[in-house]
């Protein structure tokens, strides 16, 4: 599988942007995609995940109630959809698919290339 993320860019503080990830190769039901984040000196962090087939997401406490992340099977992609932007969600965004939520959430067994998305105050 590989995985295609585009969609970041600069947007002031309360502004959306909404993210994409394209998959290519086979997805199975039991599969979850997520969204993590790698800001400048600092770890990477789950950001949110859904499971392919029932669609049940999560979300980190820092962007519960402003991110929604979804997906749309018939074109095999994951959006990350960001609202009300803050300068600390400033960061390198990246999609992932693991086998399970688990692995996901562990690991990741499929990485995109990265995303930058730039929060100005």
């Known amino acids: 599988v590989q995985l295609q993320a585009s969609g970041g860019g600069l947007v002031q503080t309360g502004g959306s942007l909404r993210l994409s990830c394209v998959a290519s190769g086979v997805i199975y039901s039991t599969n979850s995609l997520g969204w993590f984040r790698q800001a400048p000196g600092k770890e990477r962090e789950f950001v949110a995940s859904i499971i392919w087939r029932s669609a049940k997401t999560y979300y980190s406490d820092s962007v519960t109630g402003r991110f929604t992340i979804s997906r749309d099977a018939a074109k095999n992609t994951v959006y990350l959809q960001m609202n009300n932007l803050k300068p600390e969600d400033t960061a390198v965004y990246y999609c992932?698919?693991?086998?399970?939520?688990?692995?996901?959430?562990?690991?990741?067994?499929?990485w995109g290339q990265g995303t930058l998305v730039t929060v100005s105050s």
């Open positions: 992932a698919l693991g086998l399970d939520q688990y692995d996901l959430r562990s690991s990741g067994r499929y």
